[in-house]
């Protein structure tokens, strides 16, 4: 008996309510009035601070870059300047203690032997460079 109570009380109408429900909004915008109500009188009382000015540019120091060069016959090159095997190393590490280190870049030729550029990478690696690449023609499609 209940039952037929609460139905014929709520009724079998689905109409659709066509009123914005204010209460979640009025709730937002109450949070966010707290908010504020405590954080201006932060920014308020702040200690101001004169802070030193200097001038400073930011030096930009490339680093050089020396070029390994293996022909096709075997031979050294460093920067175009043709190179012995005996006194590669020692120019190397010549290389190497300069401020800042240069890059190596070694570049081989298509028919050099792979055990010569190893060598170079191996002398270099020994000299105490760094940072040291290949450098290879990109292949046309």
């Known amino acids: 008996m209940a039952l037929g109570i609460q139905d014929a009380a709520f009724g079998d109408d689905d109409e659709v309510m066509n009123e914005i429900n204010m209460t979640?909004?009025?709730?937002?915008?109450?949070?966010l009035l707290i908010i504020f109500i405590?954080?201006?009188?932060?920014?308020k009382h702040s200690?101001?601070?004169?802070?030193?000015?200097a001038a400073n540019q930011p030096e930009v120091v490339q680093p050089t870059?020396?070029?390994?060069?293996v022909a096709a016959d075997g031979r050294y090159f460093l920067n175009g300047t043709p190179v012995?095997?005996?006194?590669?190393?020692?120019?190397?590490?010549a290389e190497a203690a300069?401020?800042?280190?240069?890059?190596l870049h070694i570049s081989g030729d298509r028919?050099?032997?792979?055990?010569?550029?190893?060598?170079?990478?191996?002398?270099?690696?020994?000299?105490g460079l760094r940072k040291i690449g290949f450098v290879i023609e990109p292949q046309n499609p």
Not at 38 to 43: A, F, Q, S
Not at 47 to 53: A, F, Q, S, T
Not at 65 to 69: E, F, G, K, Y
Request: no cysteine; aromatic share 2%.
């Open 111 to 127: 028919a050099v032997r792979y055990e010569r550029v190893a060598q170079a990478m191996a002398l270099a690696q020994r000299a």
């Open 47 to 53: 200690v101001n601070v004169e802070l030193p000015r």
């Open 24 to 31: 979640p909004l009025v709730d937002v915008m109450l949070v």
């Open 38 to 43: 405590i954080t201006v009188p932060v920014m």
């Open 84 to 93: 012995s095997d005996d006194a590669l190393p020692a120019l190397l590490q």
């Open 98 to 103: 300069r401020q800042p280190q240069p890059d």
């Open 65 to 69: 870059t020396v070029r390994l060069s």
